[in-house]
């Protein structure tokens, strides 16, 4: 079992940043933690995913360069910084446990968190 709190959204303009936490607890280890995004009328996608115990990460194209993923096992969260937001980044923001392995699909998660919303203003 995993349980994971979401945190951090909140409204920005357009070019602003902003830090999505993840507070994961139970049984992590081993685990890849990714965060998805669901715009209105849209799919749930794929936004970032690192590996709790370290090492690999892994980014959707429109993530790269203006988001990164990060942890801090001492306090058994996994970060999204995003920078130079654009109002196309508006959506609400899930975290999620995936198995050992990556998944960047919605439906190989395991556990999922409330979502947290982000507005970009343009």
């Known amino acids: 079992q995993v349980q994971l709190v979401v945190s951090g959204g909140g409204l920005v303009q357009a070019g602003g940043s902003l830090r999505l936490s993840c507070v994961a607890s139970?049984?992590?280890?081993?685990?890849?933690i990714d965060w998805f995004r669901q715009s209105p009328g849209k799919e749930r996608e794929f936004v970032a995913a690192v590996h709790w115990n370290g090492g690999s990460s892994y980014y959707a194209d429109f993530a790269k360069g203006r988001f990164t993923i990060s942890r801090d096992n001492a306090k058994n969260t996994v970060y999204l910084q995003m920078n130079s937001l654009k109002p196309d980044d508006t959506a609400v923001y899930y975290c999620?446990?995936?198995?050992?392995?990556?998944?960047?699909?919605?439906?190989?998660?395991?556990?999922w968190g409330k979502g947290t919303l982000v507005t970009v203003s343009s």
């Open positions: 139970g049984r992590t280890f081993g685990r890849y």
């Open positions: 999620a446990a995936g198995p050992s392995s990556f998944q960047s699909s919605k439906a190989g998660m395991d556990y």
